[in-house]
């Protein structure tokens, strides 16, 4: 008797500890994404700015050889 309810709560044990780390392990990968699609928004962003300063550079040089 003692041996069934000591594999009942090592059971219900092991079942949370399951759901713990499969909740935490999808946290994980879902900070992951995010960070990955913040990273790819903040490197669209830059490169947006350096080809403005670029296409304004340009288009003060050709200003200045008219």
Do not use: P, W
Request: proline share 0%; aromatic share 2%.
């Amino acid at each position: 008797m003692n041996n069934e309810v000591f594999a009942a709560a090592l059971d219900n044990a092991s079942g949370a500890q399951a759901a713990t780390l499969m909740a935490m392990r999808s946290a994980c990968d879902s900070a992951t994404e995010s960070a990955a699609k913040l990273e790819t928004t903040i490197n669209r962003r830059r490169q947006a700015d350096v080809t403005a300063s670029v296409i304004e550079i340009a288009s003060g040089n050709l200003q200045q050889g008219e």
